[in-house]
């Protein structure tokens, strides 16, 4: 997968609006989350957050888990879950989506 189509992918993915018709779950959001480290920063370089950082620990425990991931396959994961997400809406302009990240 290359660069242009998980910056395209990355794009998207912060443009959604929260309550739009694209809605990808928490569990998509914590999967774009640690492929999106693991793809520009690499293996988890900071301490797990205190108990009381519960979001925090749960973003670190992601990114964690896919460490070793290199940055080619973690473009890959990314950008394949962002067209599950956007074929499962159906809308047109989740398909405008698809075919920007296709083109890129």
Known sequence: MSKSKFDKAV???QSLPKEGPIKPTQD???FFYKYYKQATIGDVNTPRP???DFTGKAKWDAWKS???TSKEEAYTK???RLIEVLKTAGTEEANAFIAQIEAA
Do not use: A, H, N, T
Request: proline share 0%; glycine share 14%; net charge negative.
């Open 78 to 80: 990314y950008v394949e």
């Open 11 to 13: 794009e998207i993915v």
């Open 66 to 68: 896919v460490e070793g």
């Open 50 to 52: 205190g108990l009381l």
């Open 28 to 30: 998509d959001q914590l």
